[in-house]
């Protein structure tokens, strides 16, 4: 493994934001070599590189290239996806805010080597403040002539633009957020047809995450070879990890895949205020699986490493919760997410949800009954599975892994016919300095 | 009568260039709506399904489906507070008590003055500078009550 003593994605230059700054440092020049290999090399190059998809889903990015047809008589397209709605997960505004080219230099050596004449970055619509940021960096690009007609002065011509979400965490599944760049409500559709075959208006269409896309620059800069040597052998690479919760220095940390999570909570984000234990970890955004506090020592964060514990790296979203959170009160509060979010196309998911979060109230209040563990568990277990997209499987897998983990926690609030009271929390347990 | 402004027109002119059909601008027009008029009001919804050639039906759908939408008018600053895991664990609900008792309505409710509508939202993608609320477009992160207190009164 090698040790990446600098940082590649958000490097601590300052005005790096900016063009003249960017090209000091080496910018676009990632481009200006990709523009001179054939299309199909770029793509290659990234495949040998086995970068994965940074959105959660951890999919070989250059095999997703690959997918897109090299003949089309339709437009083809890349979107790049900053819906960036995963609870935990803070992390592609770093990059629109500090090193907007990267992404937007990525984002073209993608379109040059799927031959895409239109890119659309879709960001959510809270990111008002960063989505200035991105166009006035796109905008500076174009004058520049790296976006737009000919880019570079080669035969190669596209065009960037944003799209501004308007509220809604299923916009970040890959069909939804076509859907909403058309206009509609953000559906998600069935797939197969997949997008490379049948996107944007029935158009070959790629969607990349903002995070991969950066790493696209380096890749091709720096070679697959020497970019495959960082971090864990089979997911590699620099990786934006979110730290919040209970630690004393929440934040973004670009790492290696493969660093240890307790060095990711003790050496880099601080440790736990007040020195208390660890009672629970979200290793991935909150629709990754629970970790207990006691099975984080050794635990690697990539894809592989999290495989055995049950869970998965997702968005690099790592929530802390120390030893006095009310962790019912947490699994109450995802569940309402989900049930909020779900787009009511699919009925195991919209009814599903709704009973999650009914259910979960019940132990929150100290109202359920015994066999309302094993109802939990059985809504969970069919909504899995069984929905066009990963947003029902996102709402039951913490709440399996809830059940599985802390089992405890729902026992000790079940109601007992004229035996002892239930434990009830007391109100606001869960505080930044409690 | 409901009606762009000539700047909100031209960058509908604008949009055209950028998308393969005109209902795909449904989004950035309501946005421009939106901006111009604070709210999304049926004639509104009218006037937009008209400039884009599509039924009214599409365009309340669209409203309807995203919640940064509003359907009905809100007060001059829209408090969206997240109370969403990473914020709840740094006492978001501190924060939402604090404001919804300072302002005395409760989440959901305008300010009699239309100064302040309070609202929870769902995560921002503010988990590393919680808790945090958004007013209008602007976050305000890394709140604390007293904090909050000083944001209320400077608001105006």
């Not at chain 1, 960096?137 to 002539?145: S, W």
């Not at chain 1, 132990?363 to 066009?388: R, Y």
């Not at chain 2, 005109?22 to 901006?35: I, R, S």
Request: proline share 6%; net charge neutral.
């Amino acid at each position: 493994m090698t040790v990446l003593t600098d940082k590649l994605l958000l490097p601590d230059i300052p005005g790096l934001n900016r063009l003249d700054v960017y090209e000091q440092h080496g910018g676009y020049q990632a481009l200006r070599k990709a523009l001179t290999m054939k299309p199909e090399d770029v793509t290659q190059e990234v495949k040998k590189s086995n970068l994965r998809g940074r959105g959660g889903a951890c999919f070989p990015t250059g095999l997703k290239w690959s997918f897109m047809p090299k003949q089309s008589t339709m437009p083809k397209y890349l979107c790049a996806n900053g819906d960036e709605s995963e609870p935990g997960t803070f992390k592609d505004r770093q990059i629109f805010e500090f090193n907007p080219h990267l992404f937007i230099e990525g984002s073209l050596i993608a379109a040059y080597a799927m031959g895409v004449g239109t890119i659309y970055v879709y960001i959510r619509g809270e990111y008002a403040a960063w989505i200035t940021m991105l166009q006035s960096a796109i905008d500076a690009a174009y004058t520049k002539g790296y976006i737009g007609k000919s880019v570079m002065g080669s035969s190669f011509s596209t065009e960037m633009y944003i799209h501004r979400g308007a509220g809604a965490y299923i916009c970040g599944e890959e069909s939804a957020l076509m859907s909403s760049i058309e206009g509609m409500r953000g559906y998600p559709r069935v797939k197969p047809p997949f997008p490379a075959q049948y996107g944007l208006w029935g158009c070959p269409t790629t969607i990349n995450n903002i995070e991969t896309l950066a790493n696209v620059p380096i890749i091709i800069q720096r070679g697959a070879e020497w970019y495959s040597q960082i971090g864990a052998a089979k997911h590699p690479g620099p990786l934006l990890f979110g730290v919040s919760g209970h630690v004393n220095k929440p934040g973004v940390y670009e790492l290696p895949t493969g660093v240890l999570l307790t060095d990711l909570i003790y050496k880099h984000a601080g440790g736990v205020p007040g020195n208390k234990k660890i009672k629970a970890v979200i290793p991935g955004g909150s629709s990754t699986m629970w970790l207990r506090g006691d099975e984080i020592e050794g635990l690697r964060m990539d894809a592989e490493s999290l495989k055995p514990v049950g869970t998965s790296i997702g968005t690099g979203g790592v929530i802390v919760m120390d030893e006095d959170t009310d962790l019912m009160s947490v699994i109450t509060r995802i569940a309402h997410f989900y049930h909020h979010e779900s787009c009511g196309q699919c009925t195991p998911c919209r009814e599903g949800c709704g009973w999650l979060e009914k259910i979960l109230k019940r132990f929150s209040e100290a109202k359920a009954a015994a066999s309302d563990i094993d109802l939990l568990l059985d809504v969970a277990n069919n909504i899995e599975g069984n929905t066009i997209c990963a947003l029902g499987d996102a709402a039951a897998w913490p709440v399996q892994s809830f059940v599985r983990k802390f089992r405890d926690e729902l026992e000790r609030r079940i109601q007992q016919p004229g035996g002892e009271k239930p434990y009830v929390p007391p109100p606001h347990l869960v505080t930044a300095d409690s | 009568m409901v009606k762009f402004s000539d700047e909100a027109l031209r960058k509908i002119e604008e949009l055209k260039k950028r998308y393969q059909t005109k209902t795909a601008m449904t989004l950035p027009v309501l946005w421009l709506a939106q901006e111009q008029f604070g709210w999304i009001s049926d004639e509104t919804m009218k006037y937009v399904a008209g400039l884009l050639d599509v039924p009214v039906s599409h365009v309340y759908g669209v409203l309807s489906f995203y919640t940064m939408f509003n359907s009905k008018p809100v007060g001059k600053f829209h408090l969206q507070v997240c109370t969403n895991v990473s914020c709840m664990l740094r006492g978001s609900g501190q924060l939402l008590d604090r404001i919804c008792k300072k302002l005395n309505i409760a989440v959901g409710e305008t300010t009699p003055d239309k100064r302040f509508t309070v609202t929870e939202v769902e995560c921002l993608g503010s988990c590393g500078t919680a808790p945090m609320l958004q007013a209008n477009d602007k976050f305000y992160e890394n709140l604390t009550v007293e904090k909050i207190d000083h944001l209320l009164e400077n608001l105006k």
